[in-house]
T-cell receptor, first 116, second 114 residues
Framework: AQKITQTQPGMFVQEKEAVTLDCTYDTSDPSYGLFWYKQPSSGEMIFLIYQGSYDQQNATEGRYSLNFQKARKSANLVISASQLGDSAMYFCAMRGERSNTGKLIFGQGTTLQVKP | EPEVTQTPSHQVTQMGQEVILRCVPISNHLYFYWYRQILGQKVEFLVSFYNNEISEKSEIFDDQFSVERPDGSNFTLKIRSTKLEDSAMYFC????????????FGPGTRLTVT
């Protein structure tokens, strides 16, 4: 069955340092997409970055990059040069299996705290 | 930059009452979704809507739920007879056709059932 797993309920990082948030997945779809979303304390869900299963290169978007290891079924989010505003909940998600409308299945989330 | 909007931001209702949550998706998007997030838990898919009909729904989306796109801009979620366990944050999202398929979420409506 399709599954997204985020094993780190909470993480701390010092301001200006890099941090990696883990995400592993399982799916029977040969072609799939992986997404990361940020949820600040205000509650909204903000799209950060996307990785397609057939993309040759790891996705990057400003300070966000995705460490995609297909054989290990992992899609870890790397945030470089952490800022105080990065403190939030981060969710890994993927498109639902055999979904004709691209519904998203989410992991449990990781709370990131950036320390000054 | 276009964004998804939702109203109200917070709704308090009594058990058994009907509520309607409203969303205005991004104007050139074609796929619309509702998700919910019970406090402290992960975001769960409820329903997707395309071409003026439900295209996919989860087990959570039972007969007490319905969705509608009454005009060209609004997208609503109705809960007919609310239960205590319906208390959650409800997110509307929309997606354009094609591309990687990222969905853009609204700010959410916090529903509290007392």
């Amino acid at each position: 069955a399709q599954k997204i797993t985020q094993t780190q309920p909470g993480m701390f990082v010092q301001e200006k340092e890099a941090v990696t948030l883990d995400c592993t997945y399982d799916t029977s779809d040969p072609s799939y997409g992986l997404f990361w979303y940020k949820q600040p304390s205000s509650g909204e869900m903000i799209f950060l970055i996307y990785q397609g299963s057939y993309d040759q290169q790891n996705a990057t978007e400003g300070r966000y990059s995705l460490n995609f290891q297909k054989a290990r079924k992992s899609a870890n989010l790397v945030i470089s040069a952490s800022q105080l505003g990065d403190s939030a909940m981060y969710f890994c998600a993927m498109r639902g299996e055999r979904s004709n409308t691209g519904k998203l299945i989410f992991g449990q989330g990781t709370t990131l705290q950036v320390k000054p | 930059e276009p964004e998804v909007t939702q109203t109200p931001s917070h709704q308090v209702t009594q058990m058994g009452q009907e509520v309607i949550l409203r969303c205005v998706p991004i104007s050139n998007h074609l796929y619309f979704y509702w998700y919910r997030q019970i406090l402290g838990q992960k975001v769960e898919f409820l329903v997707s809507f395309y071409n003026n009909e439900i295209s996919e729904k989860s087990e959570i989306f039972d007969d007490q739920f319905s969705v509608e796109r009454p005009d060209g801009s609004n997208f609503t979620l109705k809960i007919r007879s609310t239960k205590l366990e319906d208390s959650a944050m409800y997110f509307c999202a929309s997606k354009k056709r094609g591309g990687p398929g990222e969905q853009y979420f609204g700010p959410g409506t916090r529903l509290t059932v007392t």
